[in-house]
Nanobody, 116 residues
Framework: QVQLVESGGGLVQPGGSLRLSCAAS????????MGWYRQGPGKERELVAS????????NYADSVKGRFTISRDNAKNTVNLQMNSLKPEDTAVYYC?????????WGQGTQVTVSS
């Protein structure tokens, strides 16, 4: 059974930091590109960051470059998103994603709210 379980969301003040984690199971984690997406109120789901199978290549949305860092641990089957200098416009449900040439998996999402 494939599972992607996100954790680490919550309420944070502008300028603060959060670290999201995604624990994966039920598939060959090392063979999947991993990513974080988000969906804000009234908005479409968008890619925030992705990381290659080996972890050597990362990709970020322009809106989070320099503030967010994606990383993965293939030994622990986890992918993390370190979010610094958070802004109110970062408020969204954040989803973990696993992608291969044949399959596409989603987590259930974790809420991040940036507000004073």
């Amino acid at each position: 059974q494939v599972q992607l379980v996100e954790s680490g969301g919550g309420l944070v003040q502008p300028g603060g930091s959060l670290r999201l984690s995604c624990a994966a199971s039920g598939f060959n984690f090392r063979s999947y590109v991993m990513g974080w997406y988000r969906q804000g109120p009234g908005k479409e789901r968008e890619l925030v960051a992705s990381i290659s199978i080996g972890g050597g290549v990362t990709n970020y949305a322009d809106s989070v470059k320099g503030r967010f860092t994606i990383s993965r641990d293939n030994a622990k089957n986890t992918v993390n998103l370190q979010m610094n200098s958070l802004k109110p416009e970062d408020t969204a449900v954040y989803y973990c994603n696993a992608r291969s040439t044949s399959y596409y998996y989603w987590g259930q999402g974790t809420q991040v709210t940036v507000s004073s």
